[in-house]
Structures are given as C-alpha cells and as structure tokens.
C-alpha cells in the first residue's frame, strides 16, 4: 500500500528548520517520503483494519515536516511514522457490513492493552494518558505518530475497537473529517466556565474557526471578537458565530472598548476580554492574547505552541492564568460524561463544517497539498486533506486557487 511516512533523518531535519526561518520548506527537502508498505498487522482481536477515506492535513502535521515543532514529543513518537490522525474511513464490522468511522487517535491505555490503566485513563480523561511508551504497541501520542498503528495518509490503518466512532449516513466524508479537530475546539470551549464577558479568539484558521462554532454551541449568548487575516476567513468566522471580525492589529482597540479603557501603548489596554483563546500558537499570538487579556483573565492555548521566548511580565502582572487544552476524552456535561465526539457529531448538525474542507488531494501529490496547506490562509483556503478515494490527479478538487 501507498504511505506518507516521516523518517528519523537527522540531515533532512536540520534543513528544513533552517530553510524555515527564511521561506516555507519543501515538502520534497524534509525527511517525510511516499512508499510502498506491507499493511501493518492487528494485533489482537481487539483491532480492526480501517480504511481510510478522507485524511486531514493539520498544523501539527506542518510543524513536524517543517521541523518546527517541539522536541517535547521525541520521546512518546516511533519511527519511521506515517503520519495523519485527522481521518474518516471505514471498516468491516463483525456481522461483515462496511461501516464508516471517524478515528479518535488517541493512544490510550486501552488501546495498548494496559491493566491496570492509568489514572487518568480510568477517570476517561485519555488525553491526559501517561503510558505512551508502554503496552502491546510502539511509543506513539496518537496513530499518526506511531510505527505499529500506521496513519491517515495511506491507504490502510488498524484501529482499537475503542478508536472508532461511527457515524450516520447523512453525515458527509466532507464534514467527518472535520470532526476531530471540532473535537479539540470543543474539549477548549469546555474548559472554562460559563463565560461573563466578552471572548477573544486569536486565529482564523480551521482550530480558530472551529473554536468560535463551538462556543457558539455550548454557550449561545456569549459575545465573541474574533481576530482574522484574510476576507474568506472574515466571512466564516461570521458564519461560525463570531459577533465582530477584527484585523489582528485591531483586537487591542477592540480590548480597550470592552470596558472603556485606557491605553498604555498602542498594545496595551488596561482592561480587556474576560477569556482569550490562542488557536495560532505562535510567539506573538501568545504575546497579544497577554496584552489584550484583562486582569485575572483566562488564556486557553488552543492550537500547538511553537518554540517560544516570551515576556511573561503581563502574566504576573496581571495575576493571568494560562490553560493548556489538548485533544479530547470524556466531558462533563449535562451532568453526565460524554465522548467529546459525540458532542461534535450533535453540534455539527448546527454548522456545515465542510464549508472549512477548501481542497483535496492524491498521495502522489504530497508535495502541492503540503505546500497548498502551508499556505491555505494566503490562498483562500482553509482545510486542505487528502482523498484516498481519488484514482487520477484529474480528480483534484479545490475550492480556493
């Protein structure tokens, strides 16, 4: 079968971070290469062979080819890796139906066959699972990142039983394949309480943009100021929910409205957003969400932080609490526990989340989907995947140029 798999080369990786502080790598420069593999082995009864249909291109993803992300994740990753852990596919059930899935790609516990499992993974908060170099397979954060598990940019993957969430007929690949990352947005709109001002979301990329339908969701009456680059992602921010669509230069003056505040620079308010979500992860996102946040403010970091130096003078100053969000498990709510992707496939129904999906692509065609995703905001786009079900290059779609 055909795979996009990230090799450990250590030439290829001191490359493409160094070209990427000047211009955005090549895909064909970094150490991720299409191959022919055997399809991986279950093993045990407890997996299935699933396969995948849609398979989404994200921003951890670009960070890994591109050699930016952190070393933090060296040491729960196995190589060599196929990535892709934004999937929809399908699979064979036991009475021998095809049913199509969406993948949680979670490595949990469970997954690797632990006994007794973690503490967190008891408590279903599986995001938090410490056994990720342990079990019946390789190291590995999620599938996408593990040897054993291969990944979504392929043409087949075994799953854990407890990995896949099926979904209904009426619910399109298009849509399915945004449920994953809708599951991270959702998992960071629930980590805070009932919001009493007004929120700050910084980005309008897919997790910004899928950040704003999810508070829209769960707390419809909140006041949401959402910052935006490009007039495609003014628009579905609007879309999404977003009460006021701001350029990035205008979200301190948009602070600084809020409560009638005054300015100590031109990036400094003296009061600001109640809540501040950062879906870009940057240094100087995270920079102006300190600004723009009032004192005893709360910033949720939403997209993967990059390598960072930063003046955490506003944080003590202000008396600020910075929250980490990371992917997904079990939810209170309702007062009950609920599977963050049960609540993304409810509150799908409410938006067309594949109005976000701008363009898809062949394997063989690695090279422009990974530059075409690089640059999604530029080229008005947003999601960019890739699409096993295509046979040609002729059967590229794109809805952004």
């Excluded at 890739?386 to 809805?399: A, I, V, Y």
Aim: contains cysteine; aromatic residues 8%.
């Amino acid at each position: 079968m055909k795979a996009l798999v990230y090799e450990r080369n250590v030439a290829r990786y001191a490359m493409t971070k160094v070209l990427g502080k000047f211009t955005s790598p090549k895909a064909s420069l970094s150490p991720l290469r299409l191959v022919e593999l055997d399809p991986p082995q279950l093993p045990n009864q407890d997996w299935v062979a699933f396969t995948p249909l849609l398979s989404g291109i994200c921003g951890s993803d670009l960070a890994t080819i591109t050699s930016s992300s952190s070393r933090y994740f060296e040491d729960i990753v196995s190589f060599p890796f196929t990535m892709g852990h934004e999937v929809i596919g399908e699979y064979i059930t036991e009475a021998g139906h095809k049913q199509r899935a969406v993948l949680i790609p979670t490595l949990s516990c469970q997954v690797r066959n632990l006994n007794p499992m973690c503490r967190y993974c008891q408590m279903g908060e599986t995001q938090r699972c410490q056994m990720l170099q342990h079990g019946s397979i390789s190291a590995g954060l999620q599938t996408g990142f593990c040897t054993d598990t291969s990944g979504g940019w392929s043409q087949g993957i075994i799953a854990h039983k407890s990995q896949l969430f099926d979904i209904d007929t009426d619910v399109t690949d298009e849509s399915a394949v945004l449920f994953e990352p809708f599951a991270c947005a959702i998992h960071a709109a629930l980590s805070i309480d009932s919001p009493e001002s007004t929120i700050a979301v910084i980005g309008g990329g897919t997790l910004g943009l899928l950040t704003i339908a999810a508070l829209k969701a769960i707390y419809p009456d909140c006041e949401i100021v959402a910052t935006a680059r490009y007039g495609h992602q003014k628009l579905l921010a609007q879309k999404m929910g977003a009460n006021i669509v701001a350029d990035e230069k205008d979200l301190y003056r948009q602070a600084r409205s809020i409560r009638s505040a005054q300015m100590i620079s031109a990036k400094r308010p003296t009061d600001g957003f109640g809540t501040v979500f950062d879906a870009v992860g940057s240094s100087s996102s995270i920079e102006q969400a300190l600004n723009v946040a009032a004192p005893g403010a709360t910033i949720v970091l939403v997209g993967m932080p990059e390598d960072s130096k930063l003046d955490l003078t506003p944080l003590w100053m202000k008396e600020l609490t910075i929250r980490g969000s990371y992917a997904y498990g079990m939810e209170n709510i309702e007062g009950k526990k609920v599977s963050t992707f049960e609540l993304a496939e409810r509150f799908a129904k409410q938006v067309d989340l594949s109005e976000l999906l701008s363009a898809t692509y062949r394997l063989d065609d690695f090279e422009m989907a990974i530059d075409h995703a690089s640059n999604a905001g530029r080229r008005g786009g947003v999601k960019i995947a890739f699409d096993m079900r295509k046979l040609s290059t002729r059967e590229n779609w794109s809805k952004s140029r």
